[in-house]
């Protein structure tokens, strides 16, 4: 079974996990030194968030060089001693990569820009003004404001689906494909383990760059973008092309995985494994990110998506990411721990946020901090707050940096922080600590079979079975005391609980009883 379908990944921000060199910005040194943390606590990949040269503007998702590395965060010399130490400590390793656009100081921009006669003019998306003047349609920037910017030396617009300093690369061009399918090679010959891909439906635009559709569902408390329906910008069908050929390149080097983000609905999402599986490994489900925090809508999401899986495609699941809010800020601290046990219970590949396994939530950041671009124009929607500091002790800043750290730390540090965490044998982090090392340990969890048992009140359990292996996991969304009648779990083991209760001790009664915002996983007898 390959690793990226058994293991369990973790994220990783750059930036916020650990500052080597004491800017105050963490960094590939500092993410270094963590290596052995990460290890320990159970997982299997690390996905790093960008750390090529960029000018920063999104924060490293807008490359100005796809095979090097920012000197923020070190250079490639210290990068391969992260790749060799992650490959000695059995940690997977894998990149992100970000091929809708790049940063507007690449040099294929730069050549871009210098006249319509350049060769590079066409690895961008231009066009001219709409006949009356102004842009050529109505798309929208994901981050406000429209995805088109004039320049006027050249009297055409470029296309930018995010920041005008991001202008959107033209993935109809075969040379702009065959020169960024070599980046990957360059990272994987330096022994990368995969990449998660960025904005991977949005790579190919409509052909005839027709107006997107007004969302007559909009409402003011939805970001910008979703005025409109973005049904000829994204999501196209000539995508699946480049899904295939992207694999085919990951293919050329063993054992590696494709991993798409992909914030569609449910019957598109799927659509990215591609025809026979020949598509993404993973494309990225984001659908607990949005899913009501209830037994009854997580459990028909649970079954919705096991019944829209392609034969043979492999399940992934997401609790939080570096673009929405944290778990813990959506569900609440105690739901925190039942959504760690789902997380690691459900079938198919589980990726960690760092920073979920102390509980962090929505950090406050204050007006004058905010950094990131969305939040700075559309500030309901700022991602800063789930992108602070990792905590590692009492020391100074939490031990993330001797500096000032670029984002607040969250108020509690000193008592929220993994050396205070590992020394509380109840804390979120040993709770997730037990969760893999079981995950690990037990097939039925890392590959067998799932099936639902019951949703019932805020009671939502299931089993996972492998050969003769039967276990079964029962959650409590809710605040209450709840009862599920089972006979059949009589005298079944409690393997693990979220609320301390005796593991190792059998059910007695024919009732299942969960204390408020309990989960537990069980092996039934016989
Ligand atoms: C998705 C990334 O996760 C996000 O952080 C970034 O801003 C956009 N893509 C643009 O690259």
Redesign the pocket.
């Known amino acids: 079974m390959s690793w990226w379908r058994r293991g369990v990944i973790y994220q990783v921000y750059p930036r916020s996990f650990q500052d080597g060199d004491g800017d105050g910005v963490g960094d590939l040194a500092g993410l270094r030194r963590r290596l052995p943390y990460l290890a320990e606590l159970g997982i299997d990949a690390v996905w790093l968030?960008p750390v090529f040269p960029s000018p920063m503007a999104?924060?490293g998702?807008?490359v100005a060089d796809y095979c090097g590395i920012d000197p923020l965060f070190g250079d490639l010399d210290q990068f391969d001693a992260l790749a060799a130490e992650a490959r000695a400590l059995g940690l997977k390793l894998v990149m992100d990569f970000?091929p809708?656009?790049t940063s507007e100081r690449h040099p294929w921009f730069l050549e871009s820009l210098a006249s319509r006669e350049n060769p590079r003019r066409d690895w961008y998306v231009w066009r001219d003004p709409a006949p009356g003047g102004g842009p050529p349609n109505n798309w929208l920037s994901?981050?406000g404001g429209p995805a088109w910017t004039y320049h006027p030396a050249s009297g055409q617009y470029y296309l930018h689906?995010?920041l005008r300093e991001?202008p959107d690369l033209n993935w109809r061009n075969p040379r702009v494909r065959a020169a960024m399918y070599d980046v990957l090679r360059f990272w994987m010959r330096r022994g990368v383990d995969g990449f998660r891909v960025?904005?991977l439906w949005r790579l190919i635009k409509d052909a005839q760059f027709r107006d997107d559709p007004v969302n007559p569902a909009w409402t003011p408390e939805r970001p910008q973008e979703e005025r409109l329906l973005p049904l000829f910008s994204a999501d196209q069908a000539e995508v699946h092309d480049v899904v295939a050929e992207l694999r085919q390149v990951v293919d050329e080097f063993p054992d590696r995985v494709l991993i798409g983000?992909i914030y569609l609905p449910l019957e598109r999402l799927v659509t990215y494994y591609g025809r026979d599986l020949a598509g993404a490994h993973l494309p990225f489900n984001f659908l607990l990110l949005e899913t009501a925090w209830r037994a009854d809508a997580v459990a028909a999401l649970v079954e919705a998506y096991e019944a829209a899986l392609p034969d043979g495609g492999w399940p992934n699941w997401v609790l939080s990411?570096?673009?929405r809010v944290r778990v813990s800020g959506r569900a609440g601290e105690r739901q925190a721990r039942v959504a760690a046990m789902l997380l690691t219970t459900l079938r198919g590949t589980p990726t960690l946020y760092y920073g979920d396994e102390l509980g962090l939530g929505r950090v406050p950041v204050p007006a004058e901090a905010v950094q990131d671009p969305?939040g700075k124009n559309e500030p309901a929607f700022g991602?800063d707050p789930s992108r602070t500091p990792m905590q590692w002790d009492v020391s100074i800043n939490a031990g993330f940096s001797m500096a000032e750290p670029w984002l607040p730390l969250s108020a509690d540090w000193r008592t929220r922080n993994i050396m205070t965490a590992g020394d509380d044998p109840g804390s979120l982090l040993n709770l997730y600590r037990r969760l893999l090392a079981l995950r690990r340990e037990r097939p039925a969890l890392h590959a067998g079979g799932w099936a639902p048992l019951a949703v019932a009140g805020e009671v939502f359990a299931f089993e996972r079975r492998a050969g003769a292996e039967r276990l079964v996991v029962a959650l409590n969304f809710g605040a209450e005391p709840q009862r599920l009648h089972r006979p059949d779990l009589a005298g079944a083991r409690v393997l693990l609980s979220t609320a301390g209760r005796d593991e190792g001790a059998t059910l007695a009664e024919p009732d299942l009883r969960l204390a408020p915002d309990e989960g537990v996983i069980l092996e039934p007898v016989g």
Do not use: G, L, T
């Open positions: 968030s999104d924060f998702y807008d970000v809708n656009h994901s981050f689906s995010y991001q960025d904005v983000e990411n570096h673009d969305w991602r």
